[in-house]
């Protein structure tokens, strides 16, 4: 091999690693690199559905029945026309709640005034069954977001095929992390 043969040879063997070393860099998940996944990353992620105490439709009682929704992605998310509904039909939806970036919003059953953490839907009655019910979040396009299922049958199911819902949770828990932005509306 002469002496421009071997050049060339290494130039192309340093070229070839140079383009492998790019293709893999780029081909590395965001969560490897540091960087979140890109857009929103809303879910429901606890649902306290049998009200602690007695059960009285007290609305004290009502507003201890609850869907919290997070934000886990660092984007405000605006919920405007998105909906919570129940297995039978019962929709709540949201109007004018902007949900920041690492942020969670309580949805309550009963009466109440909605703040940056609390919204209520001001219902007189339960909305979601103790016994087995499905929890759905809708886009303003309508398309699911996420679900939610239990059934008292087999507690801790947080209905995503794992018995709690990956955070330590049994998607009946409270937690103390709350959302960002006034929100009110149902049908």
């Given at each position: 091999m002469t002496a421009s043969q071997t050049y060339t040879a290494r130039r192309l063997a340093a070229a070839a690693l140079s383009a492998a070393a790019l293709v893999g860099a780029a081909a590395l998940p965001a969560?490897?690199?540091?960087?979140?996944?890109?857009?929103?990353?809303?879910?429901?992620?606890?649902?306290?559905?049998d009200a602690p105490g007695h059960g009285s439709r007290s609305n004290r009682s009502l507003n201890e029945e609850w869907v919290q929704i997070t934000n886990s992605g660092r984007e405000s998310v605006n919920l405007d026309d998105w909906t919570l509904s129940n297995r039978q039909g019962r929709v709540y939806t949201f109007?004018?709640?902007?949900?920041n970036g690492h942020s969670t919003v309580r949805v309550h059953t009963g009466v109440g005034r909605d703040t940056y953490r609390d919204v209520y839907q001001d219902r007189r009655n339960f909305v979601w069954d103790d016994r087995r019910d499905t929890a759905t979040l809708r886009n303003d396009h309508r398309r699911v977001v996420d679900t939610i299922s239990w059934d008292a049958r087999h507690h801790g199911d947080d209905g995503r095929g794992r018995g709690d819902d990956g955070r330590g949770h049994d998607g009946r828990g409270h937690g103390d992390d709350h959302g960002r932005g006034p929100g009110h509306g149902h049908r």
């Open positions: 969560a490897a690199n540091g960087a979140e996944p890109r857009g929103p990353q809303v879910e429901i992620s606890k649902v306290q559905y109007h004018h709640l902007r949900l």
